[in-house]
């Protein structure tokens, strides 16, 4: 695949194209997150891979596009997108918070199809896909929706006295929390693939007990990593994360 065929394709950004890389890794982003959030991660593991950050609809280069509300439906299109040419080598999938569901959901379709998938999901601070949600912010006021993902962390505050901001990011930010909150596995929805957890200590929106949880929705084994912090964690633990990955990548 060269990094040209990526400018004709919104979903994957490629910050630093690696064409002949042995492996390639997926990122997918938080509710409320694009792929550029990711940009220190995937010139961190360029030099080991060829990194696809997925830009899903409504937000940076895909503003003027219609969101999407649904886990399902944003891994089926992911999928699609995925098969038509990018899996040509070695591939592994990293999810964090919202983006963990997509990725196991993209994996199930690859499953679903007979098709050659990740060798290894990494979800990070995500709480495993059968436990339901016990919260409702996609409903709240646009100030609330805010509010409730700058206390998260991973959004700045500043949002919050930049009208023409608000107005832009609000769309995808509703959307990304009505897939998740209305998101639900079965409870023996399972990939064969191995599955790393990866979670912050003091994460109370995906707890340590629920990351570990993914162990019910792997044949394939499971490992849990524990980091210091709360649920974006990752900004902080940048060296530790790509550390990960790479022990993976080296076999």
């Known amino acids: 695949m060269s990094s040209s065929a990526a400018v004709d394709n919104p979903w994957f ?7 002949f890389a042995p492996a390639r ?7 409320g997150g694009s792929a550029s959030y990711y940009l220190d991660h995937a010139k961190a593991l360029a030099p080991y891979a060829d990194v696809l950050a997925v830009q ?35 591939i592994v999938f990293f999810g964090h918070s919202m983006g963990a569901s997509v990725a196991f959901e993209v ?35 646009d100030d609330g929706l805010l509010e409730a993902t700058i206390r998260l962390g991973g ?28 998101y639900l596995a079965a409870p023996d929805a399972v990939v064969p693939q191995p599955i ?13 007990e629920q990351v570990a949880q993914w162990e019910r929705h792997t044949s394939g084994g499971f490992s849990l990593r524990v980091f210091p912090g709360g649920h974006f ?19």
């Open 25 to 31: 890794i997926v990122i997918f982003p938080h509710a």
């Open 13 to 19: 950004r490629r910050f630093d194209p690696s064409d």
């Open 107 to 141: 994996a199930r379709r690859f499953t679903r199809d007979g098709l050659a998938g990740p060798e290894r999901l990494f979800v990070s601070a995500g709480r495993a896909p059968s436990l339901p949600r016990d919260t409702e912010v996609h409903k709240m006021s």
């Open 155 to 182: 959004t700045d505050e500043r949002v919050l006295d930049q009208p023409a901001l608000r107005e832009l990011i609000i769309p995808a930010l509703r959307a990304d929390y009505t897939a998740i909150e209305t």
């Open 196 to 208: 790393t957890g990866l979670v912050g200590d003091t994460d109370a929106n995906a707890t340590v």
């Open 233 to 251: 964690y990752l900004a902080e633990q940048v060296d530790a994360v790509v550390r990960l990955l790479t022990e993976h990548l080296r076999g």
């Open 56 to 90: 899903y609809p409504g937000r940076q280069n895909r503003y003027s596009e219609p969101t999407i509300d649904s886990v399902p439906e944003l891994a089926e299109q992911v999928y699609q997108e995925l098969r038509r040419g990018w899996v040509d080598r070695p």
